[in-house]
């Protein structure tokens, strides 16, 4: 079926940077949307930030607002989140998430999928 895998996560200081990456592989026809999620230990599992594939709108979680940036390759069914200025309550593990379409033109299906996530710790 479809996985999305991501990488980029890791211990970063106060005020740094990171790039997190997901690809999307599998039997795709299209997605529709990708997004990333992020859970901290305590906490529900957040939105922080959604790609419409169809307009190529973006929305942000207002905690990361000015901060992190969401963009794609739609060639390579690929998301990304640059994630600048880090703050120690950016601290969870970040997940990619998907809108995608499988199966064929008479046969559609239409599936939401998580990736495993990845760890991001910022901490001095």
């Known amino acids: 079926q479809v996985q999305l895998v991501e990488s980029g996560g890791g211990l970063v200081q106060p005020g740094g940077s990171l790039r997190l990456s997901c690809a999307a592989s599998g039997s795709i026809v299209s997605i529709r949307r990708m997004a990333w999620y992020r859970q901290a230990p305590g906490n529900p599992r957040e939105l922080v930030a959604k790609?419409?594939?169809?307009?190529?709108?973006?929305n942000y979680a207002d905690s990361v607002k000015g901060r992190f940036t969401i963009s794609r390759d739609n060639a390579k069914n690929t998301v990304y989140l640059q994630l600048d200025s880090l703050k120690p309550e950016d601290t969870a593990v970040y997940y990619c998430n998907a809108d995608v379409v499988t199966g064929s033109p008479t046969d559609l299906r239409y599936n939401e999928v998580w990736g495993q996530g990845t760890l991001v710790t910022v901490s001095s």
């Open positions: 790609h419409i594939t169809s307009t190529g709108t973006t």
